[in-house]
C-alpha cells in the first residue's frame, strides 16, 4: 500500500530532551516536507526536501533539524525541545511538487507532540 | 515570507445552502492547492490550479485561481453535512522558493441537515 508513515503518533517529552520524528514513504516520491499544524495557524512549513541531500527552511525552522540521506526517509530532528514546539507535526511526499499533474501531497497520519 | 489570508475561518451553514471561501495574498504563487481535513487526520488535496484565471470544478466544488496568481476561491454548491470539514488552500512558491508552500489558515465548515 503505498502511504507516507510517521513514528511516533504520539509523544509527551520534558524540555531539552532531544528526540527524532521518523518518516518513511514508499511511493519514490522526489519532494518531501515536514508541517507544524496549530489551532488558527492553519499548517505552517517546517522544512522541504526537493530530492536526496537537498534541504530548503519552510517559513517555522528554527529549533528543527532535518536529514535526506534516502530518498524515501526525511527525520525530524528537535535538538533541544522546548514547550513551544508543542504541537500536531505532518509529514508529506510528493512526487514533483511544482508540476500540474504529479503535485498531489500524500501526507502521514500525524505525530501529536507534547513538551512539557 | 508569503502570506495567504484565508477566510472566513469559521462557517456554519444549512444543508442546500451555497458558500464561498477565498484565499488571497499580495504574493504570486506558481500554482495553488486546496486540501480538505477531517479530525484526526492529514490533508487530502481536492485540487491544484496552475494557470491564472483557470476554472476547475469537482462535482459541486469550483475552484478558480485569480488572473494575477495572486488569490483563489472555492464555492460549494447546495452544501451537504457530508461537506463538513476543515478546508485549506495552500500556494506553492516558485523562483527561487520553488517548493516552498504557504498554507492559508482554514476554515472550519459545518453544515447542518
Known amino acids: 500500500e503505498a502511504q507516507v508513515t510517521q513514528n511516533p503518533r504520539y509523544l509527551i517529552t520534558v524540555t531539552g530532551k532531544k528526540l527524532t520524528v521518523t518518516c518513511s514513504q514508499n511511493?519514490?516520491?522526489?519532494?518531501m516536507s515536514w508541517y507544524r499544524q496549530d489551532p488558527g495557524l492553519g499548517l505552517r512549513q517546517i522544512y522541504y526536501?526537493?530530492?536526496?541531500?537537498?534541504?530548503d527552511k519552510g517559513d517555522v525552522p528554527e529549533g528543527y533539524k532535518v536529514s535526506r540521506k534516502e530518498k524515501r526517509n526525511f527525520p525530524l530532528i528537535l535538538e533541544s525541545p522546548s514547550p513551544n514546539q508543542t504541537s500536531l507535526y505532518f509529514c508529506?511526499?510528493?512526487?514533483?511538487?511544482?508540476?500540474?499533474?504529479?503535485?498531489?501531497?500524500?501526507f502521514g497520519p500525524g505525530t501529536r507532540l507534547t513538551v512539557l | 515570507t508569503q502570506l495567504l489570508e484565508q477566510s472566513p475561518q469559521f462557517l456554519s451553514i444549512q444543508e442546500g445552502e451555497n458558500l464561498t471561501v477565498y484565499c488571497n495574498s499580495s504574493s504570486v504563487f506558481s500554482s495553488l492547492q486546496w486540501y480538505r481535513q477531517e479530525p484526526g487526520e492529514g490533508p487530502v488535496l481536492l485540487v491544484t490550479v496552475v494557470t491564472g484565471g483557470e476554472v476547475k470544478k469537482l462535482k459541486r466544488l469550483t475552484f478558480q485561481f485569480g488572473d494575477a496568481r495572486k488569490d483563489s476561491s472555492l464555492h460549494i454548491t447546495a452544501a451537504q453535512p457530508g461537506d463538513t470539514g476543515l478546508y485549506l488552500c495552500?500556494?506553492?512558491?516558485?523562483?527561487?522558493?520553488?517548493?516552498?508552500?504557504?498554507f492559508g489558515q482554514g476554515t472550519i465548515l459545518t453544515v447542518h441537515p
Open positions: 508529506a511526499s510528493s512526487l514533483s511538487i511544482g508540476t500540474a499533474y504529479y503535485n498531489e501531497q500524500f
Open positions: 511511493m519514490n516520491h522526489e519532494y
Open positions: 495552500a500556494g506553492v512558491a516558485g523562483g527561487t522558493s520553488y517548493g516552498k508552500l504557504t
Open positions: 526536501s526537493m530530492n536526496v541531500e537537498v534541504t
